[in-house]
């Protein structure tokens, strides 16, 4: 990244030129901006959401970022203290395969992701750091459709799958997040949801699964696995005391429901979300979250295609923690995998025989944090475990990267309309763009934390 040194000599030289554009990975537009709109050589202004541009090296990419879900993320804040193979090409069979859906097939690489990469890593001066940093483009992320905008690179995605799997010989997994609930992240200080309950939003909903479907539809070759609606059916455990949870309590349900039985429709693998040990794990969470695990999945049929839950999306927990952190006091699930250990028994009682997948993406550094609930660029981050099938657990199908690491969690900019004062807390790397944005120097810390080192 370029020094303090070297920017504070170019505003000296050319102060005008300065004030005119922004810098590579400035902001450049969006609602409310009133800075430079234009961008240094090198770079480009691309429109990222409705309150961010950004200037971004080379030419513009597409404009189908996955989503941070940094507003989401507000919501396991809130709770987190609280105690209470076959041949490619061949049509995939609607009754599931037994085991693991990753077993036998290749995970197909994000070309957003690879893209957004590509570029972070041009930006490195230090050739050592820039060559790992360009090696995470090799690592398998999901997919965030927290948008009906995003859902037609869904199909560009999976034709592009198909083809890689008949000309390689090698059976392809697509890796995707649904995430566009009305009313979404119903506990969070901040949303950057689309739909509204009050707004037709269940009824849109539903259209924005049908378009899904009909985009998987057409690739039955191409496997899907998707992550269901991150800290959703968490803030029903523990936020129905937040007014717009206790509104959106029926719609979500209905809406999560109608999510499983047509993605099953099509054959699609999924794992709802759970929040993490932080939030679910305290153990007056636990009978109440299988509780209503179990009946979500019993609701939507018990389809084998409901393989379990997802814990830790975009957030920091270790797998499995050498020793407690200390922000964990008081919960004897201190990790993820004790609160999987803690929460598979309790499904299973309920009729639920749940498996699990859990995201590493960032949890290469522990210790870090001021509270659990701090979930907003935490400063120290790494990458962390690598996608892998090789659990330790029968109960754990994937370690996954679901949040795609680099892309900001949420503004420290106060006058933003997305801003949390979550990202403004001592333990959050500042200054942070918006939500879903690249964030090169979080993106730079990332890479130089890695553990295991990339």
């Given at each position: 990244m370029?020094?303090?040194?070297?920017?504070?000599?170019?505003?000296?030289?050319?102060?005008?030129?300065?004030?005119?554009?922004?810098?590579?990975?400035?902001?450049?537009?969006?609602?409310?901006?009133?800075?430079?709109?234009?961008?240094?050589?090198?770079?480009?202004?691309?429109?990222?959401?409705?309150?961010y541009?950004?200037?971004?090296?080379?030419?513009?990419?597409?404009?189908?970022?996955?989503?941070?879900?940094?507003?989401?993320?507000?919501?396991?804040?809130?709770?987190?203290?609280?105690?209470?193979?076959?041949?490619?090409g061949?049509?995939?069979?609607s009754?599931?395969?037994?085991?693991?859906?990753?077993?036998?097939?290749?995970?197909?690489?994000?070309?957003?992701?690879?893209?957004?990469?590509?570029?972070?890593?041009?930006?490195?001066?230090?050739?050592?750091?820039?060559?790992?940093?360009?090696?995470?483009?090799?690592?398998?992320?999901?997919?965030?459709?927290?948008?009906?905008?995003?859902?037609?690179?869904?199909?560009?995605?999976?034709?592009?799958?198909?083809?890689?799997?008949?000309?390689?010989g090698?059976?392809?997994?697509?890796?995707?997040?649904?995430?566009?609930?009305?009313?979404?992240?119903?506990?969070?200080?901040a949303?950057?949801?689309?739909?509204?309950?009050?707004?037709?939003?269940?009824?849109?909903?539903?259209?924005?699964?049908?378009?899904?479907?009909?985009?998987?539809?057409?690739?039955?070759?191409?496997?899907?696995?998707?992550?269901?609606?991150?800290?959703?059916?968490?803030n029903?455990?523990?936020?129905?005391?937040?007014?717009?949870?206790?509104?959106?309590?029926?719609?979500?349900?209905?809406?999560?429901?109608?999510a499983?039985?047509?993605?099953?429709?099509?054959?699609?693998?999924?794992?709802?979300?759970?929040?993490?040990?932080?939030?679910?794990?305290?153990?007056?969470?636990?009978?109440?979250?299988?509780?209503l695990?179990?009946?979500?999945?019993?609701?939507?049929?018990?389809?084998?295609?409901?393989?379990?839950?997802?814990?830790n999306?975009?957030?920091?927990?270790?797998?499995?923690?050498?020793?407690?952190?200390?922000?964990?006091?008081?919960?004897?699930?201190?990790?993820?995998?004790?609160?999987?250990?803690a929460?598979?028994?309790?499904?299973?009682?309920?009729?639920?025989?749940?498996?699990?997948?859990?995201?590493?993406?960032?949890?290469?550094?522990?210790n870090?944090?001021?509270?659990?609930?701090?979930?907003?660029?935490?400063?120290?981050?790494?990458?962390?475990?690598?996608?892998?099938?090789?659990?330790?657990?029968?109960?754990?199908?994937s370690?996954?990267?679901?949040?795609?690491?680099?892309?900001?969690?949420?503004?420290s900019?106060?006058?933003?309309?997305?801003?949390?004062?979550?990202?403004s807390?001592?333990?959050?790397?500042?200054?942070?763009?918006?939500?879903?944005?690249?964030?090169?120097?979080?993106?730079?810390?990332?890479?130089?934390?890695?553990?295991?080192?990339?």
């Amino acid at each position: 990244m370029k020094s303090a040194a070297f920017f504070a000599a170019l505003v000296s030289l050319l102060p005008a030129y300065v004030a005119a554009q922004a810098a590579e990975y400035g902001q450049c537009g969006g609602i409310g901006w009133s800075g430079a709109t234009t961008c240094v050589s090198g770079t480009t202004c691309q429109v990222l959401n409705d309150y961010y541009s950004q200037c971004l090296p080379g030419a513009a990419v597409p404009t189908s970022s996955s989503s941070s879900h940094s507003s989401s993320s507000s919501s396991v804040s809130s709770a987190s203290g609280t105690a209470t193979s076959s041949a490619p090409g061949s049509t995939s069979s609607s009754t599931p395969t037994a085991g693991n859906p990753w077993t036998g097939y290749e995970v197909y690489l994000s070309p957003y992701y690879a893209a957004e990469i590509a570029a972070g890593a041009a930006a490195i001066t230090d050739s050592t750091l820039a060559a790992k940093a360009a090696s995470v483009a090799q690592i398998p992320t999901f997919t965030w459709l927290d948008s009906v905008s995003k859902i037609p690179d869904l199909g560009t995605y999976l034709s592009d799958a198909s083809a890689l799997g008949k000309s390689t010989g090698t059976k392809q997994l697509l890796q995707i997040v649904i995430y566009d609930l009305p009313d979404r992240d119903c506990a969070a200080k901040a949303s950057n949801g689309e739909f509204s309950i009050a707004d037709n939003g269940e009824a849109n909903y539903k259209g924005y699964i049908d378009q899904i479907v009909a985009q998987i539809k057409q690739f039955p070759d191409v496997r899907v696995v998707a992550v269901i609606e991150p800290d959703s059916l968490a803030n029903l455990v523990t936020n129905l005391s937040v007014q717009k949870c206790a509104n959106a309590q029926t719609t979500y349900l209905a809406c999560v429901n109608y999510a499983l039985i047509q993605l099953a429709s099509v054959g699609v693998y999924m794992y709802m979300d759970a929040g993490h040990a932080g939030w679910l794990g305290w153990p007056a969470n636990l009978t109440p979250a299988a509780q209503l695990f179990a009946q979500v999945y019993s609701n939507a049929g018990k389809s084998s295609f409901i393989k379990g839950l997802a814990t830790n999306v975009a957030n920091y927990n270790a797998l499995v923690a050498a020793s407690p952190d200390p922000i964990t006091q008081g919960n004897p699930n201190y990790d993820e995998s004790l609160y999987i250990n803690a929460l598979a028994p309790a499904l299973q009682s309920q009729g639920f025989p749940a498996t699990f997948i859990v995201d590493q993406g960032r949890s290469g550094q522990q210790n870090l944090r001021q509270q659990w609930g701090d979930w907003c660029n935490i400063k120290g981050a790494g990458y962390g475990t690598r996608p892998t099938t090789n659990t330790g657990s029968s109960l754990i199908d994937s370690i996954v990267w679901v949040k795609p690491g680099g892309e900001c969690d949420g503004t420290s900019n106060s006058s933003s309309p997305r801003y949390d004062s979550t990202c403004s807390l001592s333990d959050a790397l500042q200054p942070a763009p918006e939500a879903g944005t690249w964030f090169q120097a979080y993106f730079e810390t990332l890479v130089s934390a890695a553990n295991p080192p990339l």
